[in-house]
């Protein structure tokens, strides 16, 4: 209603205008018979009144629409009235829904494209790192140490750029199936071997029982926890020797644990480590730091409807949990 006596005010303006101005020009002409003024005039506003409401009643889902936002893409495909301006208010939102889904299908397209290019890419690069560090190998200490470290450093970016650029597509590629924690936990630490040695920061497992099991993804899973065991040894590099990595149930539900001792996370940074490129006072510190590991974390955790906890000391230590809703008991 508001809308329609906004587009209509005007017009309502002019009658009012134009009823007085037939008053005056009859009371200029020496006519005096007020109650024939007065029956013109209201006869006038008579025909205005039903006009406005003819034209309020066929355009009212028109002017509903127009005042109210579309909540879904296909509300646009609704019909009104039979009204002609009605019925080309429809068919532009059509032609408008039509040309946006195209766009939209062109702008998939150049992302699948980008994703198809950079999982090619990502594994076209590390089969030249593998030569790399095999003719490493043969090679005298430390340069064949250093050699494999920028390697398995390049190694480890190639795989965060190829799971960030998996990450629009992540729930095409979930599939859900019951994974034992502490399997999983020993693979990693396995993979990370070297990593560990390298930095002198080494992972204790404490478990709680060693039959719990979680459904979820086992291979965002362990990029989760590769993620989480990365940040950990780079701020306990140089603090100390050793990380915790724990396994428990805490009121029916599975904690999987990220414990370090190193340089903890300033009180300003805790609500923004998980945001994108956000480093915070230890990044700047830590020239490696991309701000992208928590926010991977995050992103994937809230896919695979995880959640995380994360408490922080100053000079102590950080804590991650993955807390998952759903517990397995395998014998």
Request: proline letters at 2%; a neutral charge.
């Amino acid at each position: 209603m508001k809308l329609f006596l906004r587009e209509h005010l005007l017009l309502i303006i002019i009658q009012l205008i134009q009823c007085a101005l037939i008053i005056t020009l009859f009371w200029l002409d020496g006519y005096r018979g007020l109650g024939v003024t007065i029956y013109a005039s209201f006869l006038s506003l008579i025909l205005i009144t039903v006009f406005l409401i003819y034209r309020y009643t066929s355009r009212k889902n028109l002017y509903r629409r127009l005042q109210n936002p579309l909540q879904t893409l296909d509300e646009s495909l609704e019909t009104t009235e039979r009204a002609p301006i009605s019925e080309a208010f429809d068919q532009l939102l059509i032609s408008q829904y039509r040309l946006y889904q195209e766009e939209l299908q062109k702008a998939e397209g150049r992302q699948d494209e980008h994703l198809l290019f950079m999982d090619r890419w990502v594994h076209q690069m590390k089969t030249p790192l593998s030569v790399i560090e095999l003719t490493a190998q043969s090679l005298d200490e430390p340069e064949s140490s250093s050699i494999r470290e920028e390697t398995e450093r390049m190694r480890n970016g190639l795989n965060t750029v190829l799971y960030m650029a998996r990450l629009r597509t992540i729930t095409e590629d979930f599939q859900i199936k019951p994974v034992m924690l502490s399997r999983l936990v020993h693979e990693v630490n396995q993979e990370n071997k070297r990593f560990y040695i390298r930095n002198e920061v080494y992972p204790q497992l404490k478990e709680e029982r060693p039959s719990i099991s979680v459904e979820t993804d086992e291979k965002w899973l362990f990029f989760l926890l590769t993620q989480l065991v990365h940040n950990a040894v780079k701020y306990s590099t140089g603090k100390t020797n050793h990380l915790v990595i724990s396994i428990y149930e805490r009121l029916g539900e599975a904690v999987l644990e990220v414990k370090d001792f190193g340089v903890g996370i300033p009180v300003v940074d805790k609500k923004r480590v998980f945001n994108k490129f956000y480093t915070g006072e230890n990044g700047r510190k830590y020239r490696e730091s991309t701000g992208m590991g928590l926010y991977l974390v995050k992103e994937v955790a809230e896919k695979l409807e995880h959640r995380l906890e994360l408490d922080s000391t100053v000079g102590e230590g950080t804590t991650i949990r993955l807390i998952f809703s759903e517990t397995q008991n395998l014998t």
